[in-house]
């Protein structure tokens, strides 16, 4: 005769793997349809994208999509050319500062690349390229400043 402990304990683990078999085959159904519908939004994402491909190259005039809209200038920011236009005007930074509201230290900043200014900044720094040295004088005068930086 057999061993009964043996039977018992190959029959135990023979309904344990059926019963987990029962327990696994719903998650992986689950896992199964998740898998198919992830891959179906992939191509939906991907035929999306190449439709506005399609459309930004339709309409070259406008900024593509996800990119920041320009301030209404279109103005850039350039280190060397402040620089330039802040020895143009002879003026220390300073004074370039007060003339555009900022500090010394943040002219300095911009000069070196370290920052860049902001949008409201940009539209002074535009307001005191097109000044000349007089115009830029007779602006710090009232404001306190003492004088113009010597060449």
């Known amino acids: 005769m057999p061993n009964v402990g043996a039977l018992l304990k190959q029959e135990m683990?023979?309904?344990?793997?059926?019963?987990?078999?029962?327990?696994?085959?719903?998650t992986k159904r689950a896992s199964a349809q998740h898998r198919r519908s992830i891959a179906t939004l992939k191509?939906?994402?991907?035929?999306?994208e190449r439709q506005v491909?399609?459309?930004q190259r339709r309409m070259p005039d406008r900024p593509p999509a996800g990119t920041p809209p320009m301030d209404a200038?279109?103005?850039?920011?350039?280190?060397?050319?402040?620089?330039?236009q802040r020895n143009r005007l002879g003026l220390s930074a300073a004074d370039y500062g007060k003339l555009v509201g900022v500090s010394a230290q943040?002219?300095?900043?911009?000069?070196q690349?370290?920052?860049?200014?902001?949008?409201?900044?940009?539209?002074?720094?535009?307001?005191?390229?097109?000044?000349g040295k007089?115009?830029?004088?007779?602006?710090?005068?009232?404001?306190?400043?003492?004088s113009m930086r010597k060449r």
């Open 73 to 84: 200038k279109g103005l850039r920011f350039v280190a060397k050319g402040l620089k330039s």
């Open 13 to 26: 683990a023979r309904i344990a793997r059926k019963e987990s078999r029962a327990e696994v085959r719903g």
């Open 113 to 131: 690349g370290n920052a860049n200014p902001r949008p409201e900044q940009l539209k002074m720094i535009a307001a005191v390229r097109a000044m």
């Open 53 to 55: 491909l399609l459309l």
């Open 43 to 48: 191509r939906q994402v991907s035929n999306l």
């Open 106 to 111: 943040s002219v300095y900043n911009w000069e």
């Open 134 to 146: 007089r115009e830029a004088q007779a602006r710090l005068r009232p404001s306190g400043a003492k």
